[in-house]
């Protein structure tokens, strides 16, 4: 993947997850009927290193990354 930084403070542009891993199941029960359920899973993501605003420098930033997660839908 290309690293996308902006050039001052070498933050990166977004922050991306270090992977996605996208799953889809659709169940037709009649042909008036159909459920479907979806699972996304996100990967772990860092935080900036770098204050871009007054109040981050002031209060600080987070130094904690953001753990892998993931969303569950489901639709009748």
Same mark, same amino acid.
Do not use: C
């Given at each position: 993947?290309?690293?996308?930084?902006?050039?001052?403070?070498g933050?990166p542009?977004?922050?991306?997850?270090?992977?996605?891993?996208?799953?889809?199941?659709?169940?037709?029960?009649?042909?008036? &009927?159909?459920?479907?359920?979806?699972?996304? &899973?996100?990967?772990?993501?860092?935080?900036?290193?770098?204050?871009?605003?007054r109040?981050?420098?002031?209060?600080?930033?987070?130094?904690?990354? &953001?753990?892998?997660?993931?969303?569950?839908?489901?639709?009748?």
């Amino acid at each position: 993947m290309i690293a996308s930084e902006q050039k001052d403070t070498g933050n990166p542009l977004s922050i991306i997850p270090k992977y996605t891993v996208n799953t889809f199941l659709d169940w037709t029960i009649t042909s008036a &009927l159909s459920a479907n359920v979806n699972w996304t &899973l996100y990967g772990k993501q860092k935080p900036r290193t770098h204050a871009e605003s007054r109040s981050e420098e002031t209060k600080g930033l987070s130094g904690k990354a &953001l753990g892998a997660y993931s969303l569950v839908g489901a639709n009748v």
